[in-house]
């Protein structure tokens, strides 16, 4: 078939959060029928900060059986473990010979982990690097992810140029997907950072596994102001937040959003917000329950992903080990 490549993936790091969900995971589903898909579950991109081995085992298949809640389709898409694909990290060393120094140092992600982190290894700073070479193994067109990736797909393209310039016309350039509304979440507690799993204060992020009674009372704790107006503005970062987790979850535009709650309020705003929320995830948070108890099932997934994978994967490398003389 000649349909075009999506490749997306997302760490097992823990726990998922709604901001991993309207950025990412829930754009994955409508194209699957469009595209051939690929969606990976990025172990290898866990480990560049420490990890539990028994804790990265068991988020490895929350996040699979989160992907097939969501409803990611196995018979449509090629869903798959990244550690289970040696194709990755042996294109990954290829590329990192032909990476900058002075430009990895400068991606605003490794410098705002490298700050949090005390031990920073080099594979954090190369992170981009792999991400490059899981992107480019598939010669995918498109990758959908939140804003924050938008520098590590640029290197990704400038590595695809580079390579087929240096040798001849071997990788597809990708281009980033974002979507329209919520391509950055923010914290419920502070509307200057990104929602984020990693932030100490539990109040700030919403998982996709938290109780529905929890899903609500963080939304009544989301700050907002005290102007009292309701508009969608970057002055009132907090409330145009919220309003662009209802638009995701309800498919209303901000606009529209707007209309309806300008007389009434944030109270009865956030009341709303709470309902829509969990009757938007409730479907995917019963499935999930029932495909994390089937063990065999979630194998059998994985296993079939991989070897998929791998067929691809090893076109795109022995291209590229014959090119660099090996
Ligand atoms: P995290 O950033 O939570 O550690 P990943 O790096 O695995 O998670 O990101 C998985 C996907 O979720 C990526 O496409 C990323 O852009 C997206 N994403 C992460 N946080 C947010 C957010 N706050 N808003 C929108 N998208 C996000
Ligand atoms: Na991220």
């Not at 996040?63 to 550690?83: E, F, H, M, N, T």
């Not at 990476?99 to 190369?126: E, W």
Request: glycine share 6%.
């Amino acid at each position: 078939e000649d349909k075009k490549i999506v490749y997306s993936g997302i760490q097992p790091s823990g726990s998922l959060t709604i901001g991993n969900y309207i950025g990412a995971l829930k754009n994955f589903i409508g194209l699957q029928d469009e595209y051939n898909c690929l969606y990976c579950i990025v172990d290898m991109h866990a480990i560049t900060v420490a990890q539990e081995p028994k804790d990265l085992r068991k988020n490895t298949l929350d996040v699979l059986a989160l992907y097939l809640a969501a409803g990611l389709d196995p018979k449509k898409s090629i869903i798959y473990i990244q550690s289970h694909v040696p194709a990755h990290a042996e294109l990954g060393w290829v590329l990192n010979t032909m990476t900058g120094l002075g430009q990895l140092q400068r991606m605003t992600q490794f410098k705002d982990k490298a700050k949090k982190y005390t031990d920073v290894q080099a594979g954090l700073l190369n992170y981009p690097v792999l991400m490059a070479a899981d992107i480019l193994l598939y010669q995918s067109s498109f990758v959908p992810v939140g804003e924050d990736q938008k520098q590590h797909i640029e290197i990704t393209r400038d590595l695809a140029q580079r390579f087929n310039s240096r040798y001849s016309e071997t990788f597809t350039i990708p281009e980033i997907l974002t979507p329209k509304v919520g391509a950055r979440i923010m914290s419920l507690k502070d509307p200057s950072s990104k929602m984020s799993k990693s932030d100490p204060n539990k109040d700030g992020y919403i998982l996709l596994l938290d109780s529905e009674d929890d899903t609500r009372k963080k939304i009544k704790r989301a700050v907002t102001d005290s102007s009292g107006e309701f508009r969608y503005s970057d002055e009132q970062a907090g409330l145009k937040n919220l309003i662009n987790i209802h638009a995701s979850f309800s498919g209303m535009s901000p606009e529209e959003i707007v209309k309806k709650y300008e007389n009434l309020g944030y109270g009865e705003f956030k009341e709303d917000l709470g309902e829509v929320v969990v009757e938007g995830l409730r479907p995917l948070r019963e499935r999930f329950k029932e495909i994390r108890e089937d063990k065999a099932y979630l194998e059998s997934v994985y296993k079939e992903g991989a070897e998929k994978a791998s067929y691809l994967a090893n076109k795109t490398l022995r291209k590229v080990y014959k090119k660099v003389g090996f």
